[in-house]
């Protein structure tokens, strides 16, 4: 069974690329924030929520830069970047309540059961929410590219013996096994972000 949410291109771009970021430090650590204008535009574009200030139905770089500034507050990049979910709930949170938005958002740690994690990510995606993500150490270097990232799932592929998700970064997917993905070996683990309508 596969399941896939919709997102937004910006040109080519599979949304947008922190790559794109004005200043050096959110182009280096912008990726929570980025995972808040990926999410925005989405949930504006279907479920009707109002977080991104410009025209979501004519979507354009120069609009979606000049939103990540306006996010950037919230989850400024730091030495450390954003490496815990706490940090990331409170600036989503806060960004939501400037909005006037009420979504509830909570994490789940990485230090779970891979299946209660696979369960919830499921879960999540069923309802048409995309799951913020955080790697920070892996052992397997297939995964080097996500280490000490924010990033988005958008969908997964279930087969009988193997669970698999869309990541979504750098204005690119790829389809990653999921406990692969979760059992880094190695600690910290980073985790996920559960957002409710």
């Keep these: 069974m596969r399941k896939e949410l919709p997102h937004f291109r910006l040109g080519l771009s599979y949304g947008g690329n922190q790559d794109w970021f004005r200043e050096p430090m959110m182009r280096l650590g912008g990726c929570a924030a980025q995972t808040v204008c990926e999410m925005s535009i989405y949930l504006d574009l279907y479920k009707g929520t109002r977080l991104y200030p410009f025209d979501v139905n004519n979507l354009s770089k120069s609009d979606y830069i000049k939103f990540a500034s306006i996010v950037k507050p919230y989850l400024r990049p730091r030495m450390r970047g954003i490496d815990r979910l706490d940090i990331y709930i409170d600036g989503f949170s806060q960004f939501l309540k400037d909005r006037s938005c009420c979504l509830t958002v909570s994490g789940f740690e990485g230090t779970e059961d891979v299946e209660a994690a696979q369960n919830i990510v499921k879960s999540q995606l069923d309802s048409g929410i995309p799951v913020p993500y955080l790697l920070l150490h892996h052992s397997d270097r297939e995964y080097k590219d996500?280490?000490?990232?924010?990033?988005?799932?958008?969908?997964?592929?279930?087969?009988?013996?193997?669970?698999?998700?869309k990541a979504v970064t750098y204005g690119e997917f790829q389809w990653l096994d999921f406990q692969r993905l979760w059992n880094t070996s190695v600690s910290p683990k980073g985790g996920f972000i559960v957002i409710k309508l």
Excluded: S
């Design 146 to 165: 996500y280490e000490w990232h924010w990033f988005l799932l958008n969908g997964y592929e279930e087969y009988e013996d193997a669970f698999f998700v």
